[in-house]
Antibody, heavy 123, light 107 residues
Framework: QVQLVESGGGVVQPGRSLRLSCAASGLSFSTSGMHWVRQAPGKGLEWVAVIPYDGSNKYYAESVKGRFTISRDNSKNTLYLQMNSLRAEDTAVYYC????????????????WGQGTLVTVSS | DIQMTQSPSSLSASVGDRVTIPCRASQSISTYLNWYQHKPGKAPNLLIYAASILQSGVPSRFSGSGSGTDFTLTISSLQPEDFATYYCQQILSTPFTFGQGTKLEIK
């Protein structure tokens, strides 16, 4: 079955960097668009970034644009999120999610999610 | 960016109640709308996609309706395991914004 396992979270000081990984199994990773979604403590879900199957066009939330980079290594079935210039407001559980499409409609949905990894930005 | 509004942010109901959770988009999104259930410490769970299509394995007491800017998630008869936070998400254009969530609480 599909499994997504995030890693790389931890406590980091403001201004520093961290790289999250999401190891995928049980799916055709190289043909799947992938997303990062986060949830800050006591807050709702926030979509962070998307990368298509070939890594071509990437899109970001305004709150992370210019600081975060989404990437993937299809040979390793792994998704990454490089987070630079971290701020206290980046503190959150970060989830990776696989995008699936409803037929030929272009409507994407997130059926498969990882369990999340906690990032805490604090001095 | 498309803003998604869920109001109220919390709702109290009893087991067996019929509950409707609204979601409004700041512009027309056709049926590019998904619903998720989220419980603390767990990954979000897809309930409905394309506004009204029930995800495989999700109980039939859940249903979704709407198109354009106004959408509704309905739970026909609340079960104890349904007390959670529910999010709508627009998937028409990036950023793929979520609503702020509606927390369903036990009355």
């Amino acid at each position: 079955q599909v499994q997504l396992v995030e890693s790389g979270g931890g406590v980091v000081q403001p201004g520093r960097s961290l790289r999250l990984s999401c190891a995928a199994s049980g799916l055709s990773f190289s043909t799947s668009g992938m997303h990062w979604v986060r949830q800050a403590p006591g807050k709702g879900l926030e979509w962070v970034a998307v990368i298509p199957y070939d890594g071509s066009n990437k899109y970001y939330a305004e709150s992370v644009k210019g600081r975060f980079t989404i990437s993937r290594d299809n040979s390793k079935n792994t998704l990454y999120l490089q987070m630079n210039s971290l701020r206290a407001e980046d503190t959150a559980v970060y989830y990776c999610a696989k995008g699936d499409y409803y037929g030929g409609s272009g409507i994407e949905y997130f059926q498969h999610w990882g369990q999340g990894t906690l990032v805490t930005v604090s001095s | 960016d498309i803003q998604m509004t869920q109001s109220p942010s919390s709702l109290s109901a009893s087991v067996g109640d019929r509950v409707t959770i609204p979601c409004r988009a700041s512009q027309s999104i056709s049926t590019y709308l998904n619903w998720y259930q989220h419980k603390p410490g767990k990954a979000p769970n897809l309930l409905i996609y394309a506004a009204s299509i029930l995800q495989s394995g999700v109980p039939s007491r859940f249903s979704g309706s709407g198109s354009g800017t106004d959408f509704t998630l309905t739970i026909s008869s609340l079960q104890p395991e349904d007390f959670a936070t529910y999010y709508c998400q627009q998937i028409l254009s990036t950023p793929f914004t979520f609503g702020q969530g509606t927390k369903l609480e036990i009355k």
